[in-house]
């Protein structure tokens, strides 16, 4: 692996790489949405298991990122890992909007407990080594392997969906047991400490820290419009896609291209960001984001498959640029913190926005709500203009 050329000794590195190709192999993503509607029988019923999950993981998201400096990052990983399996468990029951809402919470509160926990883990991995000048390029790979596995999942979900609705849920039991044995092999890293243990004195300190940072202030800002809006549009897109008549059997490809180019545009994302530089790498991409979507919402067939997967390679750039500027400002001891907090403001953005735009698509098309939600974000690469770029 390329990075033994970096010196980088810790088995955490390869480990969490394992992790997360693994773990993203959920074989029922590409058909989520259509799992619940087959059961909830609206888009607004569908819409409203995401948004309460989004709230959930907005009530849980800055406690969680807290438990993790004060408690230690490798435990936080492991119970996340937990949940996920009781989790999934409730959704393979489904057939109500009880054991869907269940889900919905398991599976919130392990997205929140990893959520800033990664990359936090990540930075002080190599922290610990002198070695934080990559992290851009460590985190930009991992973040790569997630989708690589939904790829390999989705095309494998696609074809399980033939079957049933429920197939592409049962086996994914199989890859999430083997992510939850891994994370006993990864190790703490050594990070500054609190002496307290105090949740609410840590949240609080780390809510300081971004109000009185103005770098900060417009991550959170706009990490809360690209959450609300894109995420609202990601979640409901099996919808849209029925909409346009394109046959279940693709939606496991779509999804494929999707985490695909969203892994290459995480890989490429050191490079890229450092030919071009971090802050007009963020403006580019998310001005190009939402024009290439309005384009695909007029297209069909081959050009529409195309023309929606594309901008995952945007997606996959931004990211590992966002956290380098979230990290840079933040000291070891509030990391997870206000990372969490960042993620709790975009998350808050999902909850207030996806039961409205299902309920938009609904009275109009799921189009036209595609097609509002990608003028809005055009907001993005404004706001970025006012991010200063550091060494």
Known sequence: MRFNKLGIKSKNIPIIFLTEVIGGMLFFLPILALYFEESLFSITNVAIIFSIESICIVLLEMPTGAIADLFGRKKTIIFAHVFTLIALVFLAIGGSMTFFILYAFFNAVARSLTSGTYSAFVYDTLKSEDKEKYFKKVFGTLLAFWPLGASIGGIIG?????????????????????????????????????????????????????????????????????????????????????????????????????????????????????????????????????????????????????????????????????????????????????????????????????????????????TTAVQLSAVLVLIVPVMFLFLQEKK
């Not at 609705?165 to 049962?170: A, E, G, R, S, Y």
């Not at 023309?307 to 590992?320: A, H, V």
């Open 158 to 366: 696609g074809h399980l969906a033939k079957i049933s609705l429920t197939m592409p849920v049962l086996v994914t039991f199989i890859p999430i047991g083997i992510a939850f044995i891994l994370t006993f092999f990864l190790e703490e890293p050594d990070y500054e400490k609190e002496e307290h243990k105090n949740i609410g004195k840590q949240i609080i300190d780390g809510s300081k820290i971004i109000i009185h940072n103005k770098q900060l202030i417009i991550l959170v800002l706009t990490g809360f419009v690209m959450m609300a809006l894109g995420e609202s549009v990601h979640l409901l897109s099996p919808l849209f896609f029925k909409f346009k008549e394109i046959p279940i059997v693709y939606f496991g490809y779509i999804t494929a291209l999707t985490f695909g180019f969203s892994s290459l545009g995480h890989y490429l994302s050191h490079d890229v960001s450092e030919r071009w530089g971090n802050k007009a790498t963020l403006v580019t991409i998310s001005f190009l984001s939402p024009l290439v979507i309005l384009l695909a919402t007029i297209t069909s067939g081959i050009s529409l498959i195309l023309l929606w997967t594309i901008p995952s390679i945007f997606y996959g750039l931004k990211n590992p640029i966002i956290d380098q500027f979230l990290n840079f400002e933040v000291t070891s001891s509030k990391r997870a913190t206000v990372l969490s907090i960042n993620n709790f403001v975009g998350q808050l953005g999902v909850a207030i926005v996806v039961a409205f735009y299902g309920y938009f698509a609904e009275i109009f098309t799921i």
